[in-house]
């Protein structure tokens, strides 16, 4: 964005027909500071961006509004508490654009939906909470009378004195721990310097049977798992049998090494012997003759014929 493009959009651009009898750049344009959400400001009414406090129910198509999902909310005040204002927010739901209506309660420090939705109940259990329950609205006003103070102070001791040994022990063993900083960074960087030499070896160990990854040390378990794997005991003894197979077989097809006898067998490796150097020479001395290749091949096929 250009320069004035940006004073513009500030709205600190004055154009050269302004004058400063003519007032703010507002009144000169002849719109609010709020341009679009003071659109009915005339009627007490500000448009803001309302966050839904809780989850509720459409009343609409029955759909559920999320917490926190915002809206384009008309914002007006409608009452008075004391001195506190009590404020109404009007908005229209995504879902199927009704009207939902929801006002603050300043006595009760909450919100409340006048019409146009339902307040989703949520209950919950304070023990599976972890929370503490607190006492009712009602029941706070009465802490005010002494009579009622005077009446379950007994009781509030008691509880007093019976937690207080385990509250006064969980203090004592926290500040035994923690009293020592010196002590708890010296047994922390040891136990830190014992994990990285273990780390250490492990990575060594590892490196050492050709691996690029760390071993972690072995256990019960592994051992366990690693007896009860079995191999078959003529395992080794059949891969040599096959390689000796492979490493007897003639290269070419159609022959079998078994039909034929050491002595032939042997015959035929001294003739290839034989051929491959006589091609060897033919190639360095640059005189490659066919004839003499194809007289060789024909002798040694005539020959293995049986």
């Given at each position: 964005m250009s320069s004035l493009a940006a004073a513009r959009a500030d709205n600190f651009?004055?154009?050269?027909?302004?004058?400063?009898?003519?007032?703010?750049?507002?009144?000169?344009?002849?719109?609010?500071?709020?341009?679009?959400?003071?659109?009915k400001i005339d009627q007490g009414i500000l448009i803001i961006r309302f966050e839904m406090p809780f989850n509720i129910w459409c009343g609409g198509c029955n759909s559920m509004i999320a917490k926190g999902v915002r809206f384009n909310a008309e914002k007006k005040q409608v009452g008075n508490y004391?001195?506190?204002?009590?404020?109404?927010?009007?908005?229209?739901?995504?879902?199927?654009?009704?009207?939902?209506?929801?006002?603050?309660?300043?006595?009760?420090?909450?919100?409340?939906?006048?019409s146009g939705a339902q307040k989703k109940t949520e209950d919950f259990d304070v023990e599976d909470a972890e929370t503490f329950e607190l006492p009712a609205y009602e029941e706070r006003g009465k802490l005010a009378d002494p009579f009622y103070r005077l009446e379950h102070q007994e009781v509030?001791?008691?509880k007093k004195k019976e937690a207080e040994p385990v509250l006064v022990?969980?203090?004592?063993?926290?500040?035994?721990?923690?009293?020592?900083?010196?002590?708890?960074?010296?047994?922390?960087?040891a136990q830190l310097r014992s994990q990285k030499k273990r780390v250490a070896e492990e990575e060594a160990a590892a490196r050492m049977r050709g691996?690029?990854?760390r071993l972690l040390p072995s256990t019960e378990q592994d051992a366990s798992g690693a007896a009860n794997v079995k191999f078959s005991s003529k395992f080794e003894k059949n891969s040599e049998d096959k390689r000796a197979l492979i490493s007897a077989?003639?290269?070419?097809?159609?022959?079998?090494?078994?039909?034929?006898?050491?002595?032939?067998?042997?015959e035929l490796e001294s003739k290839r012997r034989k051929i491959s150097a006589a091609r060897a020479?033919?190639?360095?001395a640059g005189g490659f003759k066919p004839s003499s290749w194809s007289q060789c091949a024909v002798s040694s096929s005539r020959q293995r014929r049986p």
């Open positions: 651009y004055y154009p050269p027909e302004w004058t400063p009898n003519q007032g703010s750049l507002n009144k000169f344009h002849g719109q609010h500071a709020l341009r679009e959400r003071a659109r004391y001195s506190t204002k009590i404020w109404s927010f009007t908005m229209k739901s995504a879902c199927c654009k009704h009207e939902i209506v929801i006002q603050t309660d300043p006595k009760n420090c909450e919100y409340v939906i006048i509030d001791l008691q022990r969980l203090q004592r063993l926290s500040d035994t721990r923690h009293s020592d900083d010196y002590a708890c960074n010296k047994a922390l960087r691996l690029h990854i077989a003639s290269i070419f097809p159609g022959l079998s090494s078994s039909s034929k006898s050491d002595k032939q067998r042997l020479s033919n190639l360095l």
